[in-house]
C-alpha cells in the first residue's frame, strides 16, 4: 500500500476543495455587493429622479450576466470532481472493501474472545460500554474484570488534580513487589509531593519533615536525585525562579500517569497495551499479504486448511514478542531441557529438532526455511 501516494492524493483534493470554497465565497460576495449598489440606487432620493430604476435592473442584469456565476461554479466543481474521482480510484486500487477474503475459519473459545474486548473498554474507561457488551454477550463473569481498572481511574483522576494521595497509598501497599521489578514509582510520586509541598508556599520544616519520613530511605540508593531535591529546600514557594524548575514541568505528571498505568497493568498480570489493540493493529499490517496470498491460492479448500503460511508476514519490531518459543518444526514449546537455538542462517529451531536433523549431530543439514546448511555446533542458544 503506497501509503506517500494516498497523502499525496489526498492532500491535492483538501487545496482543490479550500480554493473552490474560497472562490464560490468571493463570487457570493461580489454578486451581493453588486444588488446592494443597485438597491442604494434605487432607493436613494437624490437620484431617483434622474435614474429609472428600470434601467438599473437593466444594468445589474448586465453585470451579473458579465460575471456569469453559473458557469464559474460549473467549472470550479468540475475542477473538484476531477480531482476527487482520482482521489477516490486511488482509494479502490490500494483497498480491498472485501477484507473477508482473507478470514479462515478458526476455533476461537468465544468466552476469552469477550473477555478480552470487555477487558479493552474497561482498560479505556470506557465503563458504560464494558457493561453494555457483558450484558449482551451474556458473560455476567466478565464483571470482576471491572473492578480494578475502576480503582486506575479513580488513582489517575486524582493525579490529574494534582492530588497524589491515592497513588501513594496504592504505591506503598505494592513497594516491594515495584522494588522487585526494578520500578522507582513510588520514590518519584514522593518527589513531585515534596515539590508541591515547596512550591504550595509551605513552611519549609513541612517539606523536611516530609524528606525525612518518605525520602530518605531511598537516599542510599540514589545519590544524584536526592541531593538535588533537598537544593529545592532554598527555594519555597519559588522554585520556578530556581536552578530545579525543571522538577515543575507537567511532563513529570504526564510521564509519571503513563508509568502508573504501566505498572498498576503489570501487578494485575495484563500487559500494557490491550490485547485488542495489539491483535487489530498486527492484523491491519498483515492483511495486505494474507490477502494477496488467498488470491493467488488455486483453491478456497487450500487456503482454509493450511496449518502454516507459505510466505512470512512482516510486522513491525512493536509487534516482535519472544517470550515464549514454539518450535516451528516439531511445534513443541520451548523449555530448559530442548532451548531455542540460532542457526548461521537466522531462523531459530529447537534443540531437539536440530538434533533429529542433524542425526544427533554426526552430520550437516539443511534449514527448514532456507537453503543454507548448518552443522550442531554452529548453532548457539537463545535466552530470552
Known amino acids: 500500500m503506497e501509503l506517500d501516494k494516498i497523502q499525496d492524493a489526498f492532500d491535492r ?22 444588488i446592494e449598489q443597485a438597491m442604494t440606487k434605487i432607493q436613494s432620493t437624490e437620484n431617483i429622479s434622474c435614474s429609472d430604476p428600470k434601467s438599473i435592473l437593466v444594468d445589474l442584469k448586465a453585470k451579473l450576466n458579465e460575471i456569469a456565476p453559473m458557469n464559474q461554479l460549473e467549472v470550479l466543481q468540475k475542477d473538484l470532481n476531477v480531482t476527487l474521482g482520482k482521489y477516490v480510484r486511488l482509494l479502490e486500487k490500494n483497498f480491498i472493501p472485501d477484507i473477508s477474503k482473507a478470514h479462515r475459519n478458526v476455533d476461537f473459545d468465544v468466552r476469552i474472545v469477550n473477555q478480552i474486548i470487555a477487558s479493552h473498554f474497561y482498560r479505556q474507561g470506557l465503563f458504560d460500554l464494558g457493561d453494555c457488551f457483558i450484558r449482551e454477550a451474556n458473560e455476567p ?45 513510588e520514590l518519584k510520586l514522593h518527589q513531585l509531593q515534596f515539590v508541591e509541598i515547596l512550591q504550595n508556599g509551605s ?3 513541612v517539606a523536611i519533615n516530609y524528606a525525612k519520613k518518605y525520602l530518605a530511605p ?3 540508593a540514589h545519590k544524584v536525585e536526592i541531593p538535588k531535591l533537598m537544593g529545592c529546600l532554598l527555594w519555597p514557594g519559588r522554585l520556578h525562579e530556581s536552578p530545579y524548575a525543571d522538577f515543575m514541568s507537567p511532563n513529570h505528571w504526564e510521564k509519571l500517569a503513563e508509568e502508573f498505568i504501566q505498572q498498576f497493568c503489570s501487578h494485575l498480570g495484563h500487559s500494557y497495551q490491550s490485547p ?21 491460492m488455486a483453491r478456497k479448500q487450500e487456503w482454509q486448511a493450511m496449518k502454516q503460511l507459505p510466505v512470512p508476514v512482516d510486522l513491525g519490531s512493536e509487534f516482535q514478542f519472544h517470550s515464549i518459543f514454539v518450535c516451528p518444526v516439531l511445534r513443541e514449546q520451548a523449555s530448559d531441557e530442548n532451548p531455542p537455538m540460532l542457526m548461521p542462517c537466522g531462523h531459530v529451531l529447537s534443540k531437539q529438532s536440530i538434533a533429529k536433523l542433524s542425526k544427533n549431530n554426526t552430520r550437516a543439514f539443511k534449514c527448514p526455511y532456507c537453503p543454507l546448511e548448518a552443522s550442531s555446533n554452529q548453532c548457539r542458544q537463545l535466552h530470552f
Open 276 to 296: 485488542l489493540s495489539v491483535t487489530i493493529g498486527a492484523g491491519v499490517q498483515g492483511l495486505p499479504t494474507l490477502l494477496k496470498l488467498e488470491s493467488v
Open 141 to 185: 463473569e466478565a464483571s470482576a474484570l471491572k473492578s480494578p481498572f475502576l480503582d486506575m481511574y479513580k488513582i489517575l483522576e486524582a493525579m490529574r488534580c494534582r492530588n497524589l494521595e491515592p497513588a501513594l497509598s496504592w504505591a506503598s501497599k505494592q513497594s516491594e513487589w515495584l522494588m522487585q521489578n526494578g520500578s522507582n514509582l
Open 203 to 205: 513552611k519549609r520544616q
Open 218 to 220: 531511598f537516599a542510599s
Open 13 to 34: 483534493v483538501h487545496k482543490k476543495q479550500k480554493l473552490s470554497s474560497s472562490k464560490t465565497q468571493e463570487l457570493v460576495d461580489q454578486i451581493g455587493l453588486e
